[in-house]
């Protein structure tokens, strides 16, 4: 069964506090992206990793980090989260390959930061 | 730099009926690749359909279909015999395609379709 799984789905925060978001996915993909939505601005990109160890920057990196320690998991992880990094996040995956490239969402984390 | 424009905010259909969503994108490059997502109301993100810049035929899956005018850098999406399932938001996404590419997809902002019954 090809999913993308988050934890959590709820997450409240108080400012200052760090945050550790978690993405699995079960399809050996090795690119994975995680993505932040907000009302008026769309899907934005945070993160791209193309496999272990090879993270780089999206459109608006700044206050967050990535790892990827396994193909399989990715995480992001907020040092001090701030109020206006209050936000719905969704990871996703794909394959490498462009004649066959499609995301793979996962459900996505809302995260409330007081 | 690349950018994608879904000009519709919400659309309103009647069941069965067919619909067209527009996007008009921008790109410097020569190569890219073009997709359309839907959102439904558990905020569920799924893949629908994608074109390819160097293809002349326009995609088809199933009742989704796309209208691509590459003069214009439009993409419209077009859904035939709309179902209540349908309502959702559709999101338009580019990705250029150019050596070096860090495989970054860009989403437009979305159009909320409603299906009335």
């Known amino acids: 069964d090809m999913k993308v799984t988050q934890m959590p789905r709820y997450l409240i925060k108080r400012m200052g506090e760090n945050v550790l978001l978690e993405c699995g996915q079960d399809?050996?993909?090795?690119?994975m992206y995680w993505y932040r939505q907000d009302p008026g601005l769309g899907l934005q990109l945070i993160y791209i990793?193309?496999?272990?160890?090879?993270?780089s920057e999206g459109d608006i990196p700044k206050g967050y980090r990535v790892s990827r320690k396994k193909r399989e998991h990715f995480s992001l992880i907020l040092d001090s989260a701030k109020t206006n990094q209050t936000s719905v996040y969704f990871c996703?995956?794909?394959?490498?390959?462009?004649?066959?490239?499609?995301?793979?969402f996962g459900h996505g984390t809302k995260l409330s930061v007081l | 730099a690349q950018k994608v424009t879904q000009t519709q905010t919400s659309i309103s259909v009647m069941e069965k009926t067919t619909v067209t969503m527009d996007c008009v994108y921008e790109?410097?490059?020569?190569?890219?690749?073009l997709f359309w997502y839907k959102q439904t109301a558990s905020g569920e993100i799924v893949f629908l359909i994608r074109?390819?810049?160097?293809?002349?035929e326009n995609a088809t899956v199933g009742h989704y279909s796309l209208n691509f005018q590459k003069p214009k850098s439009s993409i419209g999406l077009i859904i035939t015999a709309t179902q209540i399932e349908d309502s959702a938001v559709y999101f338009c996404?580019?990705?250029?395609?150019?050596?070096?590419?860090?495989?970054?997809?860009?989403f437009g902002l979305g159009t909320t379709l409603q299906v009335q019954p």
């Open positions: 996703a995956s794909s394959l490498p390959e462009p004649s066959n490239e499609r995301l793979f």
């Open positions: 399809m050996s993909h090795e690119t």
């Open positions: 990793s193309y496999d272990v160890d090879s993270n």
């Open positions: 790109t410097q490059d020569s190569s890219y690749f």
């Open positions: 074109q390819d810049s160097y293809k002349k």
């Open positions: 996404a580019m990705r250029e395609g150019t050596t070096g590419n860090t495989g970054k997809l860009i």
